[in-house]
């Protein structure tokens, strides 16, 4: 039975790792290919769009797919919505594999905001030195804050429209605390911007900024499709597989 999984995080990876060699089972996963260079989980891969939900809907078709695990990030909304539109048109399982989101902590000084350009908006009552952790997405919603100074960290190189002042910084998590400490203080950063991606790779740079003082704004996730069931553990998509293929 074939298995498509959704990837591009590292539950997706791991759920590959969990299925592939399984005797039963023909696992493939599928790639955004937005990031240049990245790290392939084990088995088959195909890497690029479907063409919306008719699109995945000729694929799921084509390959005779059995089941659909949505592991990609976090905020990756259109293709989240394509998967359920999809799956639900053939009557295919479908679960969602996503990682719990960050919780603030005593200390911590968040400001949760729906949409990036909404964070731009709040960054001026914050602070002028940003640690940018966004991704390289989006950043034309901080394009028009000439009078701030920003540290953009991404897996590949920012892409214009890009703010006027901007260092950016290339790395892949994960992160340290000490590493994000002395960063923060390196680069003289009075305020953070981040997505609430969830997970330890990245978070790190949020204990960082409460032990500086440094205001956190963090845009909330995107609600998820509707009547989707949501594992947010490997084992516990595992566990949906088997129940799934094996009704």
Request: proline content about 11%; hydrophobic content about 45%; aromatic content about 6%.
């Amino acid at each position: 039975m074939r298995v498509l999984i959704l990837g591009g995080t590292g539950e997706a990876r791991r759920l590959a790792a969990e299925l592939v060699g399984h005797p039963r089972l023909s696992v493939v996963s599928s790639l955004a290919g937005r990031v240049r260079a990245p790290v392939p989980p084990p088995g088959e891969v195909r890497v690029g769009g479907f063409g919306g939900s008719p699109g995945l809907a000729d694929y799921l078709r084509a390959e005779r797919v059995a089941a659909v695990v949505d592991a990609t990030h976090p905020f990756a909304a259109t293709m989240s919505a394509s998967a359920a539109a999809a799956t639900a048109a053939l009557g295919v399982p479908l679960l969602v594999l996503r990682r719990p989101g960050w919780s603030p902590a005593e200390g911590d000084d968040w400001h949760w905001v729906p949409t990036l350009t909404a964070a731009a908006s709040a960054l001026p009552a914050l602070g002028r030195r940003v640690f940018l952790t966004t991704g390289r997405g989006g950043l034309a919603a901080f394009a028009g804050l000439d009078e701030h100074w920003f540290l953009v960290r991404s897996v590949d190189p920012p892409e214009p429209p890009t703010p006027k002042w901007m260092c950016p910084l290339l790395a892949r998590g994960p992160f340290t605390l000490d590493g994000e400490r002395a960063l923060l203080r390196e680069h003289r950063i009075d305020v953070l911007v981040t997505k609430d991606s969830g997970g330890e790779m990245t978070a790190a740079k949020l204990p960082a900024a409460a032990e500086l003082g440094i205001p956190v704004v963090i845009q909330s996730r995107p609600p998820l499709p509707a009547g989707v069931p949501v594992e947010t553990t490997v084992a516990g998509a595992t566990r949906w597989l088997a129940a799934a293929l094996n009704p």
